[in-house]
């Protein structure tokens, strides 16, 4: 197996550079607006959230991994809801975003590295490193509850700023009701998906457990 720490190192620091490269392209990219709008606009996207987590849960156990934080970090749970997030993001790009739009150049880079590549190295990081079997059946539902959060930000923030981070949250544009439809649909999608983390959580839980009895 490939040892952890080199592998979380190197997709840290890839994630970091994604980050910084796409906060750079928002930047320079919206001479029109100040950045302090920018910037909390940049950070109001559940990609650049979520993707942050990631950056986290990856470089914190590899740089500190005996710290209070580190230890969280890695604990089932905490990993397997920042996988979950990640998926997700990856998934509803590519099926709702991706057809809207066409990135060039570094924007095409920095795209595909928050959309594609990090989602697939956490997902496979929670497949190889951590230790399955130690999920609760009531894990996906607490696991929404960043989703909520989530949610109700946006709604705040797009109220005041009527600036809304993907179309599907538009309230301007589709209305409170058709928006609270899509993102109800959206909260069925992240629990869908947890459950079926859920479920391979237990696979490989029973699989190590007979390894070890055997």
């Not at 099926?95 to 496979?124: C, D, E, I, K, R």
Request: positive net charge; contains cysteine; charged residues 10%.
């Amino acid at each position: 197996m490939i040892p952890s720490r080199p592998y979380r190192t190197l997709f840290a620091g890839i994630g970091c550079f994604a980050l910084v490269l796409q906060y750079a392209l928002m930047i320079g990219g919206n001479p029109d607006k100040g950045a302090g709008e920018l910037t909390l606009n940049f950070f109001s996207y559940f990609t650049i959230q979520t993707n942050i987590m990631v950056a986290l849960a990856l470089a914190v156990p590899a740089i500190a991994p005996d710290s209070r934080s580190g230890q969280w970090l890695v604990q089932p749970s905490v990993r397997t809801a920042i996988a979950l997030y990640i998926a997700v993001v990856g998934l509803v790009y590519h099926f709702l975003l991706a057809p809207t739009w066409a990135p060039q150049g570094w924007s095409l880079l920095a795209n595909n590295l928050l959309h594609y590549v990090m989602p697939a190295a956490f997902v496979a990081d929670w497949l190889m490193f951590t230790p399955k079997g130690r999920l609760r059946r009531f894990d996906p539902f607490r696991w929404l509850v960043v989703v909520l959060v989530y949610g109700v930000w946006t709604l705040l923030h797009g109220a005041l700023a009527h600036w809304w981070p993907y179309w599907f949250v538009d309230v301007d544009t589709l209305g409170y009701g058709k928006a609270a439809a899509y993102f109800a649909g959206l909260l069925v999608f992240f629990l869908l998906v947890g459950w079926i983390m859920f479920g391979i959580d237990q696979l490989l839980g029973q699989r190590d457990r007979r390894r070890v009895s055997t």
